[in-house]
């Protein structure tokens, strides 16, 4: 491969378990952002954090590609299911990604990119394919090793593995009304967070693969904030490591 892997994250405390990993990073600032270069399972990676938001995120990704030449892009991080049966605790593979607040309607058609022609743009499907192997390996080991009281507190059981379209937008979805609004217009969605649509639009326009996974950390609703920085600690930062890990071992 003539470039190198990135890794991405929104939020510190999934970057340093990832970090953690890594023997050898060294350090470069582009853009007022820290980006790790350094190795992993013998491939050549880059990490960064994406900032939160979708123009951090196009930002960051448009970075990787002209300044570090990335040849494909793996985002892990945290988002709020919306899908029946998503639960805390389980994980989404993104197949396809909408920003669920683009809206240039009547000109366009709600939803639908300007300039684009279409609302969704798609992940990679041979690396997607990977990601959710990797996934499904981490959720058949790892939530069993987590301390019982972590299990208890965040109610998790037996955690699933989802694929399907994962919804962007510069909104932090912490309300049940906003939540049953985005289930009723957009049905298929199975979660939301703030930046995979806009990597997904950066990538599209570059051609560069890209693949990204999100552990559950609430159900974007009226509880939403509660316990949000607890679960990032003790159990999404382990599952990003871990799928980071399984998915670059694999190959
Ligand atoms: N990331 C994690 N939970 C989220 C939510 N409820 N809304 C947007 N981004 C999120």
Same mark, same amino acid.
């Given at each position: ?38 190795? =992993? ?7 960064? *954090?994406?900032?939160? #938001?979708?123009?951090?995120?196009? @930002? !960051? %990704? ?93 109610? =998790? ?7 399907? *379209?994962?919804?962007? #937008?510069?909104?932090?979805?912490? @309300? !049940? %009304? ?74």
């Amino acid at each position: 491969m003539a470039g190198p892997t990135a890794i991405v994250s929104a939020l510190h405390e999934e970057l340093a378990a990832v970090l953690n990993l890594m023997p050898d990073e060294q350090q470069q600032v582009v853009g007022g952002r820290t980006f790790w270069r350094g190795h =992993l399972h013998g491939h050549d990676v880059v990490v960064v *954090l994406s900032g939160i #938001g979708k123009v951090a995120a196009a @930002t !960051t %990704a448009t970075a990787l590609i002209e300044r570090f030449n990335v040849q494909r892009i793996v985002f892990t991080g945290v988002a709020g299911g919306l899908g029946d049966g998503v639960k805390v605790g389980d994980v989404v593979v993104a197949r396809h990604f909408l920003q669920h607040d683009m809206d240039a309607s009547p000109i366009f058609p709600r939803h639908e990119v300007p300039g684009y022609g279409r609302a969704t743009f798609d992940a990679d499907a041979a690396l997607t394919e990977q990601l959710m192997r990797a996934s499904e390996s981490v959720l058949r080991e790892l939530p069993a090793q987590l301390p019982d009281a972590v299990r208890s507190a965040f109610g =998790l059981q037996t955690p699933a593995c989802h694929q399907g *379209l994962l919804l962007s #937008g510069d909104r932090f979805v912490s @309300t !049940t %009304a906003e939540s049953t609004l985005l289930r009723n217009e957009l049905p298929d969605a199975l979660a939301v967070e703030m930046e995979g649509a806009a990597f997904a639009q950066v990538c599209h326009d570059y051609g560069v693969p890209l693949a990204v996974v999100r552990t559950i950390s609430d159900r974007a609703d009226d509880a939403a904030h509660v316990d949000f920085p607890r679960f990032l600690r003790e159990v999404a930062s382990r599952y990003s490591a871990a799928i980071v890990d399984a998915l670059l071992a694999q190959q």
